[in-house]
């Protein structure tokens, strides 16, 4: 499975190219823009068992910049930004497949290359003993722990190329 592709942004913009957790590598474009998670919301999707969206709230679909009938079916991973390390993902996922709640602060990366900060939780849809998908419900973060992370997952991302 493959992600939409991105368009080329129109600002000035670096390219990217990324490898995904399912094997395949593809171009991703970032610019420098942010967009403020908005006052009052939360930003919500669902996912099955395999990181495919299967819902997105208003909020999602505005703050992402993709069209609701693209996200739809795509893998979670459309929103992954670079300058994200893979170690962030993999504790979400280690502690969510064991049927766990995860809390974290995620770098997201727009359609238009740009970027927004999100302080998320997500949880696993146990139903009959079973899990059934994912929900990630995302607050608006503190500059303080956005500031935080931005330099704590910078180191992660530079030990992870030293160690590849
Ligand atoms: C419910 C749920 C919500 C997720 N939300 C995000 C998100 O907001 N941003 C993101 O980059 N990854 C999110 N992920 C993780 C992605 O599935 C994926 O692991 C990540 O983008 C890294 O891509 P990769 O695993 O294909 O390498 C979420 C996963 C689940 C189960």
């Known amino acids: 499975?493959?992600?939409?592709?991105?368009?080329?942004?129109?600002?000035?913009?670096?390219?990217?190219?990324?490898?995904?957790?399912?094997?395949?590598?593809?171009?991703?474009?970032?610019?420098d823009e942010e967009k403020q998670f908005p006052d009052g919301r939360l930003i919500v999707s669902s996912t099955d068992t395999k990181g495919i969206i299967t819902h997105a709230n208003d909020a999602f679909v505005i703050?992402?910049?993709?069209?609701?009938e693209e996200?739809?079916?795509?893998?979670?991973?459309?929103?992954?930004?670079?300058?994200?390390p893979k170690a962030a993902f993999k504790d979400l996922w280690d502690t969510v497949s064991t049927?766990?709640?995860?809390?974290?602060?995620?770098?997201?990366?727009?359609?238009?290359g740009g970027f927004y900060w999100v302080y998320?939780?997500?949880?696993?849809?146990?139903r009959d003993g079973e899990i059934q998908g994912y929900t990630s419900v995302r607050r608006k973060p503190s500059?303080?722990?956005?500031?935080?992370?931005?330099?704590?997952?910078?180191?992660?991302?530079?030990?992870?190329?030293s160690a590849s």
């Open 71 to 84: 996200l739809m079916g795509s893998l979670h991973s459309i929103l992954r930004h670079p300058d994200m």
């Open 99 to 112: 049927g766990t709640k995860w809390h974290g602060y995620v770098k997201n990366l727009r359609k238009n």
């Open 120 to 126: 998320a939780t997500v949880v696993p849809n146990i």
């Open 63 to 68: 703050m992402s910049g993709w069209e609701r």
């Open 143 to 161: 500059r303080s722990k956005v500031a935080e992370l931005g330099a704590l997952y910078e180191q992660m991302l530079a030990a992870e190329r």
């Open 1 to 31: 499975m493959r992600l939409p592709q991105m368009p080329v942004p129109e600002l000035p913009h670096r390219q990217h190219e990324l490898q995904f957790y399912e094997g395949f590598t593809q171009t991703v474009y970032t610019t």
